[in-house]
């Protein structure tokens, strides 16, 4: 038994991190498949009465979008909305099977795993671009969505610094470095948007938390900032404009974003949701009634795509209000770890909650596979590590 909890935990942890985004679907299967055996195994009571803010509150966003099929079922399509969040009841299981691990789980593992998740994953961009020359780097995947796995990974791995007394904390630091990374590969500007949100969110309880790293600290944000900035205004990297992008938002609002297709995206879901602000239209209805709201030009910008590229319009456009309470649930949800955990636990929660907003702010993420899983691992490994047996363990330097 000792030997199959520790094969599954090992399946579980490449499958769900390290392969995450380089066969992003065929992990995302693996992962869900154990996850699922894991929701067989039995948590300790304390574990479970601590953990559960977390669960309720993903529960509770599940049951509304749920709630919301009644009222706006027309075809079987409908009932994809329910089904593509089914990673988000799967999440125990991750919790469950690593807590009952002959081997304890720890925040040093995890972000070990993390940054070689993004690692592999950026070595695999480098490897695609010296080999194919693609325009835009994906790796098996669209390169935004590339982007945007990676970018999480990485800045998962910032998981290992807070609180460890080891000298090689500081190689974590290069977890949100591999994030930039994949971010300029893919062209994406959503994910470098995201990278400095992200960022800002992080870094200042990097520095409350790991108070001897704030040098470093310091210099690794200057550096990041400098090279945006400098890539931006030379014009060599499509990733690096959104400062253009930033700009044009601030004098123009979200209309003018620098990207025609997202801004009839959003103007056509705001209109969308004004038609039926309550229970939305439903999944099968997402691209079609935004079409329905838009006008000549915006239909022909929209036409070939299935979401509207943004986690609020579409959970808007899905389920109204209902939709976007949904939505905020899952953004939420982490954050019930802030009150009992580590400071590498509170860490990893908020980073998880901003980086779904932020990267959820360009392009869809919940819903979408490989997110859906990857958001629930990674909550998940905080809720094993956050649980009562199971609290981070730093070696000695």
């Given at each position: ?223 990041m900032i400098a090279l945006v900035v400098a890539l931006s205004a030379l014009g060599r990297s499509r990733a690096a404009s959104v400062v253009e992008a930033i700009a044009s938002i601030w004098q123009n609002g979200l209309a003018g974003a620098g990207d025609v297709i997202r801004s009839a995206m959003y103007q056509s879901a705001q209109r969308a949701f004004e038609q039926s ?121």
């Amino acid at each position: 038994m000792r030997n199959t909890t520790t094969y599954l935990c090992a399946a579980l942890l490449l499958s769900g991190l390290v392969l995450a985004g380089i066969a992003a679907y065929v992990a995302a299967y693996v992962t869900m498949a154990v996850m699922l055996v894991g929701l067989t195994r039995r948590s300790t009571g304390q574990s479970s009465r601590q953990l559960l803010p977390v669960y309720g509150t993903i529960a509770l966003g599940y049951a509304l979008i749920v709630a919301t099929l009644p009222f706006v079922y027309r075809s079987p399509l409908d009932l994809l909305a329910p089904l593509a969040l089914v990673p988000m009841v799967l999440l125990p299981g991750v919790e469950k099977l690593l807590s009952s691990a002959p081997r304890r789980f720890t925040a040093v593992m995890f972000a070990s795993l993390c940054l070689a998740g993004a690692a592999l994953a950026v070595a695999a961009g480098i490897a695609e671009m010296l080999i194919l020359h693609p325009t835009r780097v994906g790796v098996w995947n669209n390169p935004i969505h590339f982007a945007s796995l990676t970018m999480l990974l990485g800045f998962m791995a910032l998981v290992g610094i807070p609180e460890n007394p080891s000298r090689l904390r500081l190689l974590y630091l290069g977890g949100p470095l591999l994030g930039m990374v994949a971010a300029f590969l893919s062209g994406s500007r959503g994910p470098t948007f995201a990278l400095g949100l992200m960022g800002l969110v992080s870094f200042p309880f990097l520095l409350l938390w790991a108070p001897r790293d704030r040098r470093p600290l310091a210099i690794l944000a200057a550096g990041m900032i400098a090279l945006v900035v400098a890539l931006s205004a030379l014009g060599r990297s499509r990733a690096a404009s959104v400062v253009e992008a930033i700009a044009s938002i601030w004098q123009n609002g979200l209309a003018g974003a620098g990207d025609v297709i997202r801004s009839a995206m959003y103007q056509s879901a705001q209109r969308a949701f004004e038609q039926s602000p309550v229970f939305g239209h439903g999944f099968g209805q997402i691209m079609s009634a935004a079409m329905a709201v838009a006008s000549p030009e915006q239909r022909e910008l929209m036409a070939g795509y299935d979401t509207l590229h943004s986690d609020i319009a579409n959970f808007a456009v899905l389920a109204g209000t209902i939709g976007l309470l949904a939505y905020a649930a899952f953004i939420l949800a982490p954050l019930g770890l802030l009150r009992t955990s580590t400071p590498a636990v509170r860490l990893g929660a908020t980073i998880l909650s901003s980086g779904y907003f932020a990267l959820g702010l360009t392009n869809g993420m919940f819903g979408l596979l490989p997110q859906t899983v990857l958001y629930a691992m990674l909550l998940g490994c905080l809720c094993a590590l956050a649980s009562t047996r199971h609290n981070p363990v730093y070696p000695a330097s």
